[in-house]
């Protein structure tokens, strides 16, 4: 079979791979949904029988906890770019260029959202094309509307991609074909002719051109982080999450039953019990007659006693909480203070030894990514028409995953410091400072030292920068203790 060229040939091959990511293939293998919704705290209810689905529905609800969904952001939260360097000086011609675009296309979201799918479906898109003004356009592009095959030998590329979608206003489904130096668009009904929606992109058939091929610059613009064999962060983990459902709703069942505490009328020894009928042959209504209220007073027949059952003991079950947690934060690598917020004695080397197995997971997952975001930047360089030469390196920068708080940052900023490192390293590589934020850090600094001049104060010369220290407080956050 020879390789596919036109935007027809490659559309029936696209779209068969796009409907087979959404059916799920087993077990072993979840589909986009499931890990979606494992991401999002809609973890699958436990099983029950079918008469009592509906009517204990809700009450399993309450058995879902988030602790996916916080994995997920916690990662997240340490995996953010935060510049843009081209070559090694701070002033190339195009820097300029890529800052505006990136600033222009709030590029911090776009990327965001896309590692946030690199992390939940272990797949995420970058596109990079032309606006409607001419200008570079950035997005992100969801993995559940949009696939890309990866070139042979630089897999952060695409060598083909298709993006799908419904106009619900026109009853018309679109389709996009991109190929390197071309673009084409195709639409159909959105029904079929039996007035079923189409539940799947395949039957190419259906699809129409919509004009000719419109030519861009470049290849694809298409940039793909992919997590390769290690798959979804929380695939290896929905059968930890699910058992944690269900142990969450065992006790909450034992909770909910013993929330009260039962009581039963019984006969005394050699009592006959209470009678079914009074005095003239009428059946009486115990149930009624001794219904529970606030200050109801009963008066029980001779021979008649009540019966109280005992509270149970709910410590073991809230302890069972927090084994849940810890289970989950050693198999995913999570500090187990994002999922027990209560560790505010715990010792500095303990906390920053807990979080060494997140951290080292966010520089490995920088490092797939950056490929992805540097190839992004270069394609929208060439879309605004700026060459890059092949010397001038272009590098995207990122916070230190190490310190996400600002009291983690100012701390080792402090140890830094007396370590000789520079006031410029300390504020790249530990405050995670971008380039423009150093440079107007300078420009003010330069500022109060003219200012402190005038007024005949000695001022802190510009290499001898000081570092606030933050103490951390009681609620989380830090207080200005002081400089180093």
């Not at 040939?9 to 087993?26: N, Y």
């Not at 190929?179 to 039957?203: A, M, Y």
């Not at 006959?272 to 009624?288: F, H, K, Q």
């Amino acid at each position: 079979m020879s390789e596919p060229t036109t935007p027809a040939e490659w559309l029936p091959i696209l779209s068969a791979r796009l409907d087979a990511r959404h059916a799920a293939t087993g077990l072993d293998t979840p589909s986009l949904d499931q890990l979606r919704r494992y991401a999002r705290g809609k973890v699958d209810l436990p099983e029950m029988g079918s008469n009592l689905r509906e009517s204990w529905e809700a009450f399993q609800r309450k058995s879902r906890t988030d602790f996916g969904g916080i994995a997920v952001r916690s990662l997240r939260n340490r995996i953010r770019p935060n510049g843009i360097r081209i070559g090694d000086s701070d002033d190339h011609p195009a820097l300029e260029a890529a800052r505006r675009f990136w600033r222009n296309n709030r590029a911090e979201i776009e990327v965001a959202e896309a590692v946030r799918d690199y992390l939940e479906l272990s797949i995420g898109y970058l596109l990079v094309e032309h606006d409607n003004s001419g200008g570079v356009l950035f997005r992100r592009e969801a993995p559940e509307q949009f696939l890309a095959i990866p070139d042979p030998v630089t897999s952060w590329r695409a060598r083909a991609a298709i993006k799908v979608w419904r106009d619900d206003v026109s009853g018309l489904d679109h389709c996009r074909v991109i190929l390197p130096g071309v673009v084409q668009d195709f639409t159909r009904p959105s029904k079929k002719g039996n007035g079923q929606l189409h539940l799947t992109v395949g039957d190419a058939k259906n699809w129409t051109p919509t004009g000719e091929p419109v030519e861009h610059p470049g290849g694809t613009g298409v940039s793909i982080l992919d997590r390769g064999e290690d798959g979804a962060f929380l695939a290896p983990h929905l059968d930890l999450l699910d058992r944690i459902t269900l142990g969450k709703l065992q006790r909450l069942v034992i909770v909910a039953m013993q929330a009260f505490r039962q009581r039963a009328l019984k006969p005394k020894d050699g009592a006959e019990g209470l009678p079914d009928t009074d005095g003239e042959g009428n059946s009486i209504n115990w149930a009624g007659a001794f219904s529970p209220a606030p200050g109801a007073l009963w008066e029980l027949p001779a021979g008649i006693d009540v019966w109280e059952s005992q509270t149970a003991e709910v410590q073991p079950l809230l302890e069972g909480e927090k084994s849940d947690a810890r289970d989950f934060a050693a198999a995913s690598g999570t500090p187990i203070s994002a999922l027990i917020p209560d560790g505010q004695n715990q010792s500095a080397e303990g906390a920053a030894n807990a979080k060494e197995q997140q951290i080292a997971q966010a520089r490995d997952d920088i490092e797939r990514i950056r490929p992805a975001l540097q190839g992004a930047v270069k394609h929208a360089l060439e879309v605004a028409g700026l060459a890059v030469g092949e010397a001038d390196t272009i590098e995207v920068l990122f916070a230190p995953p190490e310190h996400v708080s600002l009291s983690e940052r100012y701390a080792a900023a402090v140890q830094a410091k007396g370590a000789g490192l520079s006031a410029r390293t300390i504020k790249r590589d530990i405050l995670g400072m971008t380039p423009e934020q150093i440079e107007q850090d300078e420009a003010d600094a330069g500022a109060d030292m003219l200012a402190a001049a005038l007024m005949g104060r000695p001022a802190a010369r510009q290499d001898e920068t000081t570092v606030p220290v933050i103490e951390e407080g009681a609620d989380g956050g830090g207080t200005d203790a002081g400089a180093a």
